[in-house]
């Protein structure tokens, strides 16, 4: 997840370089010139307009100012209130998490498992069952412009991507659909009605509906189990999915074993060893009969031939002949094949996995976010029935792979980084404000944009995944600066001699102006990425929304909250006095 999500601090970093670059060597240049022939009263129509709303909303906001001041403890507890709200939309689940957000593709497949042994003729006849059911899902969704929903479909025997396996057993169904910028319809929606029309395919082991692909946080479900004999892993396994089959969205459940075809199992009798009989010597004399031994090669007109001996074709076509089969003895005796060996059905693995040496089953499932939420549901699954599973089987060890696994380590990664980046900030403004309290008030601005990003994934219905946590780490050094722009201004007033409650209103009010468009153009700057409807923003979109509603949570913050925990901070003796700010800078005069 990292290789993908990288790119975006790589790009932040190169533009801030750039605007770096604009604000201090181009822009005073452009001002100059733009500005050379302009008088001060010299507004348009719309500038005035413009200027009447900017005034009337400064004055509002004034008003308000003043009264978050006055009662400036009970505004900081609304505010506590408010952040712990938004926390309770998660903890509730009315806004999902998720490692990845979903990505609507145009490929749907069909991987299809045969029992070991089916013939390929056999295979063909479902293929042909599955095609026609795709037929019938096309016809249940209508498109637009009267478009056909499926544009082709092609099928390719020998290969599921699912089963790990070759051979005529094995096929896969690929149909390209519609582009999912016009399509109406869902692809999880294809695929559910998909299943339903194909039905249930007896002599099927697994028929698979999905993407061809996997995001790049892997599988919604992936748990590997280790530690027990591999029948028993196989019923924990069978316990498993039939537990996750109880969750709503929870669908194409299976996993990584893989049963053979039925065998008989020859065991030698305890007493065969007297009479002269290894287990060796038993199936050469087995094999020699039924499958044949290589006793002799001829030469004819310059080519090599081999002969083969073994039984005739009567006498090895049924299960009888095996049963009667007759052991010869070193002495050249022959008794019957039960005198000296047991005969047991059994079926055995055609697949097993292993990990460093051990056997293990991995337990695949995929999750429909729009219905369901993999990091809920295999979170129930760890707390409640693996719990129950590893009182009963002493041994078994279960791990979360896939989509949990990598995105508990890139949460992981974001975290030291942030905890990194929020160090360097707090060192920077502690030089800046000469205190180590003031900066704290500066970064509260950057928990409580985090408001702003869930209330902006519940509003808009998506889900909170690790892009949307990136947008949230970039907005940290937009909100501060907002930040940065009231107190500084609150501290020069202060340093005036002005009254503190009287400063931190005025603070708001005059930087109204510079706080408000910086907060408005970044936003409208991500309004037409939000609005995207294409396949490749559909990654971008969860960043869009949280620095667009993160950001106009913490402008709120910063205007209304910012002053009057400043004030709070005064009553406390916190905030660096008069006399203290005259001691660092000096004796100044001021006219």
């Not at 040496?357 to 809920?376: I, K």
């Not at 030089?431 to 008030?441: D, N």
């Amino acid at each position: 997840i990292g290789r993908v999500l990288k790119v975006l601090p790589m790009m932040l970093l190169l533009v801030l370089a750039a605007s770096l670059i604009e604000a201090f060597l181009i822009l005073p240049s452009h001002l100059g010139h733009s500005l050379e022939h302009a008088g001060p009263n010299q507004r348009g129509r719309i500038r005035k307009r413009v200027d009447s709303v900017i005034d009337r909303a400064r004055d509002l906001l004034g008003v308000m100012v003043d009264w978050t001041i006055r009662w400036r403890y009970a505004t900081a507890g609304l505010t506590a209130m408010i952040f712990l709200l938004s926390i309770g939309l998660l903890v509730g689940g009315l806004v999902r998490g998720q490692v990845f957000p979903d990505l609507e593709g145009d490929v749907v497949e069909a991987r299809v498992l045969m029992r070991a042994g089916t013939p390929l003729k056999r295979t063909q006849e479902v293929m042909r069952q599955i095609e026609s059911a795709l037929a019938s899902t096309q016809a249940v969704y209508e498109q637009p412009e009267s478009k056909k929903l499926v544009e082709t479909t092609y099928v390719r025997f020998n290969q599921n991507v699912d089963a790990m396996e070759t051979g005529p057993h094995v096929a896969t169904l690929s149909a390209d659909l519609l582009s999912n910028e016009i399509r109406t319809t869902r692809i999880d929606d294809i695929i559910n009605t998909w299943e339903e029309q194909v039905g249930t395919i007896p002599d099927a082991q697994s028929v698979t509906f999905d993407e061809p692909t996997l995001g790049p946080a892997g599988r919604a479900i992936e748990v590997q189990l280790a530690g027990l004999p591999l029948d028993q892993l196989d019923r924990v396994s069978a316990e498993i999915q039939a537990y996750l089959r109880t969750f709503d969205g929870v669908f194409n459940l299976s996993d990584d074993t893989r049963k053979g075809q039925r065998e008989i199992l020859v065991k030698m009798r305890p007493g065969a060893v007297g009479l002269g009989v290894t287990a060796s010597d038993l199936g050469r004399q087995l094999r020699g009969s039924f499958q044949g031994l290589l006793s002799d090669e001829i030469q004819i007109n310059g080519e090599g031939y081999d002969i083969q001996v073994k039984f005739s074709e009567a006498d090895r076509s049924s299960l009888s002949d095996l049963e009667d089969f007759r052991v010869t003895l070193p002495g050249g005796k022959a008794v019957p094949l039960a005198d000296v060996a047991t005969l047991n059905w059994d079926r055995g693995w055609s697949r097993i996995g292993r990990v460093g040496g051990r056997q293990v089953v991995n337990v695949l499932g995929n999750v429909d976010s729009q219905r369901s939420n993999g990091m809920a549901v295999l979170a129930d699954l760890r707390t409640t029935k693996l719990a129950e599973l590893e009182s009963r089987y002493h041994g078994l060890r279960a791990t979360f792979k896939g989509e949990a696994e990598n995105g508990a380590e890139t949460s992981q990664s974001l975290g030291r980084a942030a905890l990194i980046g929020c160090l360097g900030v707090f060192i920077i403004l502690s030089f800046q404000f000469r205190s180590y309290i003031e900066p704290l008030v500066v970064m509260v601005a950057i928990p409580f944009a985090f408001v702003g990003v869930v209330w902006g994934h519940f509003l808009l219905g998506h889900s909170l995944s690790l892009p949307s946590i990136m947008g949230y780490a970039s907005l940290a050094g937009i909100v501060v600066n907002d930040s940065i722009l009231l107190v500084l201004f609150l501290k020069s007033q202060r340093e005036a001699g002005v009254d503190i409650e009287t400063a931190a209103g005025a603070a708001s009010r005059i930087r109204f102006r510079a706080v408000m468009i910086t907060s408005l153009t970044t936003m409208a700057g991500l309004m037409p990425l939000l609005l995207e409807k294409s396949l490749q923003a559909q990654v971008l979109i969860p960043i869009a929304i949280s620095i667009c509603f993160g950001l106009l949570a913490s402008t709120l913050l910063v205007l209304l909250v910012l002053p009057p925990l400043y004030v709070i901070l005064s009553d406390f003796g916190l905030t660096s006095s008069v006399s203290q700010a005259e001691s660092h800078d000096g004796p100044q005069t001021r006219l």
